[in-house]
């Protein structure tokens, strides 16, 4: 009798089982393959703005909104980059990828950046890997930490943090080095 109700409670779970298995798949914690463990990585590179000059970087798209009641903080911009990631602070130095996508300036009080960007890697274990980033990035704060949400190729299922530091900064054109340590856990 109890078994026969047991069977039944369970019977709808069953089915419903059954009647998605073509769809997903679900197993054991240590998905995707049992072998694979969960690595924790460390990278450091410096990474360059450059929105002035023939070889400009970065480009303004959209101009700060004019109403904004502080200009300074280029309210409403929105710029479209494809960085340099390099191994030191020089530009010539060895290139370790590049950070392509874009930041728009969403604070009105101060300079206060919306990052939306793949930090794609072109050199060592993580050549064709990305990660991708989407955080809030206040330039003139000493150190900004945004979340690292996902990442493909060595860095699928990747989750982590970056901080970026100031390295340089010109305030008349805005071109800047900014070092990154970037924390990631992936399989
Ligand atoms: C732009 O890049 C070219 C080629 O690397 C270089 O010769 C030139 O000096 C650069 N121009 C500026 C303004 O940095
Ligand atoms: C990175 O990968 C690309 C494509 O596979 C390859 O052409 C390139 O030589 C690699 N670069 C380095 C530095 O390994
Ligand atoms: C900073 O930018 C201004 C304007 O483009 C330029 O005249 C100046 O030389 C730059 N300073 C440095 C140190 O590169």
Not at 29 to 57: C, M, R, V, Y
Not at 135 to 153: A, C, D, F, K, Y
Not at 167 to 172: A, D, E, I, S
């Amino acid at each position: 009798m109890a078994s026969r109700f047991l069977l039944l409670s369970f019977l709808p779970l069953l089915l419903f089982s059954i009647t998605t298995a073509s769809f997903s798949t679900t197993t054991n914690p240590s998905f995707p393959n049992k072998k694979l463990k969960e690595k924790h990585s460390h990278l450091h590179f410096f990474f360059h703005d450059i929105i002035s000059g023939h070889n400009a970087t970065a480009v303004p798209v959209i101009q700060p909104a004019e109403g904004a009641h502080s200009r300074s903080a280029f309210f409403g911009a929105v710029v479209i980059m494809d960085d340099p990631l390099t191994e030191g602070p020089d530009m010539k130095s060895h290139l370790v990828g590049r950070a392509q996508g874009m930041y728009a300036a969403t604070a009105q009080d101060e300079v206060g950046l919306l990052m939306a960007m793949n930090l794609a890697f072109t050199a060592g274990k993580f050549n064709g890997s990305v990660l991708s980033v989407l955080g809030r990035n206040q330039p003139l704060h000493p150190v900004r930490e945004m979340p690292i949400v996902g990442g493909s190729g060595l860095f699928r299922f990747a989750r982590g943090y970056a901080l970026a530091r100031t390295h340089w900064l010109n305030v008349t054109n805005g071109d800047a080095i900014v070092e990154y340590n970037v924390y990631v856990m992936h399989y």
